[in-house]
C-alpha cells in the first residue's frame, strides 16, 4: 500500500520554539519522491521540498530542516526558532515511482499555530 | 511574475445550478490538475489534463467536468451542485507531470452551495 501519516494533527508552540512535524511513509518502490507542501491560511499550497529515495541527504534552508531516514521511513521537518508566519498546514507527499506518476499520495497535513 | 491564478477566490452558487470555476496559467506547463479540498483534509486529486489529454480519477462524480481550451486555461464545471460540494478547489501545474515534478498551485476557489 502507498501511504503517507502525519500523526499529529495540530501543534501549538511559542513563537522562537522549535518544532518538528512527522512524516511517516508506505511505499513498495524503490524508487520514489517526498514533498512537503505549506499552507497558509491564504490557501495557496506551496512548495517547500522535495527528496528523492536515493538521497537520504538532510537537508537545511534557513530555519528549515529536513530528516530523510529510508530505515524508518521518514521525512521529518524542523522549523528552528518558529515565527508567527510559519502558521499554516504543513501536508507531506509521496510520489511512488509506479502507476500513475502523476498522482500525489497526501497526507492529512499537520496544523501548525505559532503564538507569540 | 509566472503563476496559477483562480477567479473567483469566492463563488456562492444555490443547490443544483451549474458553475463554473476557471484557472489559468502563465507557467507554460503541460500539465493542468483539478483538486477539491475540504476543510481540514488533505486536496483530492479529481482529474488532470496532460496538454489536450484528460484524465479522470475513478472515484471523481460524474458531476464534475473539465475543459482545456488551450495551454493556458482550464475549468471545472459543476453540473448540479450538491452542499456535499462545498469545497476548496485547487488548480495546480506542473510542468511535464513526472514523478519528480513540484506542483504550482493557485490560491484557490472557496465554494458555497445554499
Known amino acids: 500500500a502507498q501511504k503517507v501519516t502525519q500523526a499529529q494533527t495540530e501543534i501549538s508552540v511559542v513563537e522562537k520554539e522549535d518544532v518538528t512535524l512527522d512524516c511517516v511513509y508506505e511505499t513498495r518502490d524503490t524508487t520514489y519522491y517526498l514533498f512537503w507542501y505549506k499552507q497558509p491560511p491564504s490557501g495557496e499550497l506551496v512548495f517547500l521540498i522535495r527528496r528523492n529515495s536515493f538521497d537520504e541527504q538532510n537537508e537545511i534552508s534557513g530555519r528549515y530542516s529536513w530528516n530523510f531516514q529510508k530505515s524508518t521511513s521518514s521525512f521529518n521537518f524542523t522549523i528552528t526558532a518558529s515565527q508567527v508566519v510559519d502558521s499554516a498546514v504543513y501536508f507531506c507527499?509521496?510520489?511512488?515511482?509506479?502507476?500513475?506518476?502523476?498522482?500525489?499520495?497526501w497526507g492529512l497535513g499537520t496544523s501548525l499555530a505559532v503564538n507569540p | 511574475d509566472a503563476m496559477v491564478i483562480q477567479n473567483p477566490r469566492y463563488q456562492v452558487t444555490q443547490f443544483g445550478k451549474p458553475v463554473t470555476l476557471s484557472c489559468s496559467q502563465t507557467?507554460?506547463?503541460?500539465?493542468m490538475y483539478w483538486y477539491q479540498q475540504k476543510s481540514s483534509q488533505a486536496p483530492k486529486l479529481l482529474f488532470h489534463?496532460?496538454?489536450?489529454?484528460?484524465?479522470n480519477e475513478a472515484d471523481t462524480p460524474d458531476n464534475f467536468q473539465s475543459r482545456r481550451p488551450n495551454t493556458s486555461f482550464c475549468f471545472l464545471d459543476i453540473r448540479s451542485p450538491g452542499l456535499g460540494d462545498a469545497a476548496m478547489y485547487l488548480c495546480?501545474?506542473?510542468?511535464?507531470?513526472?514523478?519528480?515534478?513540484?506542483?504550482?498551485f493557485g490560491s484557490g476557489t472557496q465554494l458555497s452551495v445554499l
Open positions: 507527499a509521496l510520489t511512488p515511482n509506479a502507476g500513475n506518476n502523476r498522482k500525489l499520495i
Open positions: 489534463y496532460y496538454d489536450k489529454d484528460f484524465n
Open positions: 507557467l507554460n506547463h503541460n500539465v
Open positions: 495546480a501545474t506542473s510542468r511535464e507531470g513526472r514523478t519528480n515534478e513540484k506542483l504550482f
